[in-house]
């Protein structure tokens, strides 16, 4: 995938990972669009480095799954660090 396709990967990751970990993310949509890219960058490395699992297209299910689990995980990380904080 070019890098026009993974930058709508992860802001569509990022807003679906948005709806389903709890808590609040920030101010707007933005903080979760970011966190959805990194998190779609850091679900693909994860998968590949350590279950051996490959991306496929823009359209695979295991792509988006893949990215969503990444964006969740990037998204309770940054909860739990920013809750931490106050």
């Known amino acids: 995938m070019n890098i026009i396709a993974w930058l709508i ?3 569509i990751a990022g807003s679906i990972a948005r709806a389903l970990v709890p808590g609040r993310i920030g101010p ?9 890219i990194v998190g779609a960058l850091v679900g693909g490395w994860i998968s590949s480095a350590f ?8 359209w695979s299910l ?9 964006s969740a995980l990037v998204l ?3 909860g739990a660090f920013h809750n931490r904080k106050k």
Do not use: N, R, Y
């Not at 707007?28 to 959805?36: K, Q, S, W």
């Open 9 to 11: 990967l992860g802001a």
């Open 28 to 36: 707007g949509i933005l903080p979760a669009i970011i966190c959805g």
């Open 51 to 58: 279950f051996h699992v490959g991306l496929a297209g823009f």
């Open 62 to 70: 295991k792509t988006w799954a893949i990215a969503i689990a990444g």
């Open 76 to 78: 309770f990380l940054w």
